[in-house]
């Protein structure tokens, strides 16, 4: 026996569907707040119209920022199956069955479907280490302080330039003195947790034997390669947004560029990375070199310094070993 449960997910609410068959009669809605205090009465209610045991319990939901989480990892505490879908591939579920209208209902309606139709197909959601959450959360603040410091940072060049009010001028830079505290102690408390995991303090040893790759770029990857279970380099540099992406269309003759699709923040981070590496790293110099020799431009060049230098590391990490150059090795 399975019964498939969708999910729809916002900030404020929870929108169940529940399958017991594929007649209308069939279908069980029901609304909740969004708010742990209600996920108790969640779960006697899933288990009062399934009848059934928590593990025969298909539940798909979309990821949804940081608004799916805590009820994600409530149910599979619970024991039930949780199919977490990427919003894009569950809207072209939603066009196939050909529902026109967007409600909560439908949504959720929707996702439990998706969820029967991919259940031979998909992975199965778990949940990540304590201890990989904990940087999760570290990194999500990080990046908020780093785009508070960049902006604050961004005023007070504005300010000098103009001749601002010198008292305006102290506010800014005690809001930058204050910024650069805290992004220090965050960073101290994610070295800490590294360093604390033996295997995760191997990886960051392994990550910045890589010419290139410094601490900040390395605590970045180590975060990335535990919480992602990647079986190829080419998984790693899709996932952050690093394979070329051809744009042709009838007469028009485009160039490749990246697929920038992931996360931005560590794809601008290997950015810079990769900057470096094109001058210090020599198997990433050596493809610079090539590719302008064939007439690539800079850029093209860069991204796949990027992408070069992103499979390295998936390399040192996956075999255990500290980088070697391949020219040094020939």
């Known amino acids: 026996m399975r019964v498939n449960v969708g999910i729809d997910i916002s900030k404020d609410s929870l929108d169940f569907c529940l399958l017991l068959n594929q007649t209308k009669s069939g279908r069980k809605f029901r609304s909740f707040k969004n708010r742990k205090i209600d996920y108790f009465i969640i779960n006697d209610w899933l288990l009062k119209q399934a009848k059934c045991q928590p593990h025969e319990i298909v539940i798909t939901m979309e990821s949804t920022g940081v608004y799916h989480e805590a009820i994600a990892l409530f149910l599979h505490s619970s024991g039930f199956q949780i199919i977490i879908s990427n919003p894009g591939k569950a809207k072209k579920f939603s ?97 800490c947790i590294i360093a604390a995991c033996p295997v995760m303090s191997k990886n960051h040893n392994l990550l910045m034997s890589v010419v290139g790759i410094g601490k900040v770029m390395s605590r970045e990857l180590v975060y990335l390669f535990s919480a992602k ?41 290997i950015f810079l990375a990769a900057v470096s590496a094109s001058k210090y790293n020599p198997d990433i110099k050596a493809q610079k070199h090539r590719l302008l020799s064939a007439g690539k431009t800079k850029m093209q060049a860069l991204g796949a310094a990027m992408r070069k230098l992103i499979q390295i590391c998936f390399g040192v990490i996956k075999n255990q070993t500290k980088y070697q150059s391949e020219i040094t090795l020939n």
Do not use: C
């Not at 992406?245 to 923040?265: A, D």
């Open 229 to 269: 279970s990647f079986s190829t380099a080419k998984q790693a540099a899709a996932f952050v947004g690093l394979t070329p992406r051809l744009n042709e269309s009838g007469s028009f003759k485009g160039r490749t560029t990246l697929s920038k699709i992931g996360p931005s923040r560590i794809r601008s981070k």
């Open 95 to 191: 066009q196939s069955l050909g529902l026109v209208h967007k409600t909560d209902k439908l949504d959720s309606y929707m996702l439990a479907r998706y969820g029967d139709a991919q259940y031979e197909h998909v992975s199965f959601w778990k949940p990540d280490a304590e201890n990989i959450r904990s940087i999760k959360m570290l990194v999500r603040r990080l990046s908020a302080l780093e785009k508070d410091r960049l902006r604050e940072s961004n005023r007070l060049e504005a300010s000098t330039i103009s001749g601002s009010y010198e008292r305006v001028l102290l506010s800014i830079k005690r809001m930058i003195h204050i910024l650069d505290d805290e992004i220090k102690e965050i960073e101290h408390e994610i070295d």
